[in-house]
């Protein structure tokens, strides 16, 4: 059973940054696949940003060009930097990874954007 624990949460003014951090007790190396996904109030979850199972990276469009996902094999860490923060961020972001048909979640880090 694989664990992941997310950390890096919290409140910041719109146009601020926060970088997130996903800690696996796996190895990330063997992962398929690993991502960061946000459930906003009333809304539905959706992929923020993710590596592939080929190594690439792949950005929500709302996301693009103002978060970096990034990761740290010898940590077993994934990382989500976020830059030029909008209050429409606001979500609980949620870690995902992969090995093989397993997927597993973090128990979600808050992220509220105030105006």
């Known amino acids: 059973q694989v664990q992941l624990v997310e950390s890096g949460g919290g409140l910041v003014q719109a146009g601020g940054s926060l970088r997130l951090s996903c800690a696996a007790s796996?190895?990330?190396?063997?992962?398929?696949?690993m991502g960061w996904h946000r459930q906003g109030p009333g809304k539905e979850r959706e992929l923020v940003a993710g590596?592939?199972?080929?190594?690439?990276?792949n950005y929500a469009d709302s996301v693009k060009g103002r978060f970096t996902i990034s990761r740290d094999n010898n940590k077993n860490t994934v990382y989500l930097q976020m830059n030029s923060l909008k209050p429409e961020d606001t979500a609980v972001y949620y870690c995902?990874?992969?090995?093989?048909?397993?997927?597993?979640w973090g128990q979600g880090t808050q992220v509220t954007v105030s105006s």
């Open positions: 590596f592939t199972s080929f190594g690439l990276t």
């Open positions: 995902k990874m992969r090995w093989g048909t397993s997927a597993y």
């Open positions: 796996g190895t990330i190396s063997r992962a398929n696949t």
